[in-house]
């Protein structure tokens, strides 16, 4: 029987989000939201949703007068994100 | 890009070019750090030679701590970077362990002249080029890069040279530009490198 797929991470934004931080160390807010092409608004909103589900950390840092926000993979989003690898293989019939 | 299911294949393309399009600027910029060094290096050495060389007096040699300075300056100006890979991180940390080593030795070289009037401070250079050529020589084994690996091979070999003739002869004002030499072939020629990979 197929694994059923992790609604967190099976939407784009939120899926485009994980696989950049998956393949980085941390990335911050403006980098995300240029490489994702997707509004501040939007963007907040679904990292607010991986953050409360754990699998991703945010850092909020001041810069003079503006706020940086840092995000990072957590151990649990990273399982997650395998786990989700692993059941698209699946799905696809990939070994 | 909005929020939205996706099938199976489009999550997979999507991971596909999310990560592909994380790795192509990683390396943009990793060069400019190296040319900064480089050239403020470069460009003291000689400075510093031709002051020593002019007056004869070897204070000028004091010059040397605006090294000090311009890492103060470059920690300042340096944007904080939008982000940070795995490679970045190891870096930095190498580079951290090469500038606690320098502050030490030249905590430990300035005890020594001070106190037991040892001509210590005759030291710092070849020890500088040692520590430098080994963080450059590290950096390369991260980057995979030759060019890295294997050129403070010439900063070992004039650290050789400098501690031998301390030894037979003290330090000379020609030390200054053998330093800048180091640095040229170590940091402007690899940062140059770099950079023409990453826009290529």
Not at chain 2, 125 to 137: A, E, R
Not at chain 2, 155 to 169: E, Q, W
Request: aromatic share 12%; charged share 20%; net charge positive.
């Amino acid at each position: 029987m197929l694994k059923e797929l992790d609604p967190l991470l099976h939407s784009q934004l939120r899926l485009a989000v994980v696989s950049i931080l998956m393949s980085v160390d941390e990335a911050d807010f403006v980098y995300l939201r240029e490489k994702t092409n997707a509004t501040a608004g939007n963007l907040s909103i679904q990292l607010e949703k991986l953050s409360g589900a754990g699998y991703i950390e945010t850092k909020r840092n001041m810069e003079g007068k503006k706020t940086r926000t840092i995000c990072r993979m957590t151990d649990k989003g990273k399982n997650a994100f395998e786990e989700y690898v692993k059941a698209l293989k699946g799905y696809l019939f990939i070994k | 890009m909005e929020e939205k299911d996706l099938t199976e294949k489009e999550s997979l393309e999507l991971i596909a070019r999310m990560i592909q399009s994380s790795k192509e600027n990683m390396e943009v910029g990793r060069g400019n750090r190296f040319l900064y060094w480089g050239y403020f290096t470069v460009t003291l050495s000689i400075v510093v030679y031709v002051l020593v060389a002019l007056t004869n007096n070897s204070i000028w040699s004091c010059s040397w701590m605006l090294m000090f300075g311009f890492w103060g300056f470059i920690s300042y100006k340096e944007k904080k970077p939008v982000v940070v890979t795995y490679t970045d991180k190891v870096i930095n940390q190498v580079w951290r362990v090469m500038g606690y080593m320098f502050i030490l030795t030249f905590i430990v070289v300035s005890i020594l002249q001070l106190i037991a009037h040892y001509p210590s401070l005759s030291l710092m250079m070849p020890l500088s080029l040692l520590y430098v050529g080994i963080g450059v020589s590290i950096t390369g084994i991260i980057l995979q890069d030759k060019w890295l690996i294997y050129s403070p091979f010439i900063s070992f070999v004039i650290t050789f040279y400098m501690l031998t003739m301390l030894i037979i002869r003290g330090p000379s004002n020609s030390w200054s530009l053998l330093f800048g030499f180091a640095f040229g072939i170590m940091y402007i020629i690899p940062g140059h490198i770099m950079n023409h990979k990453a826009h290529r």
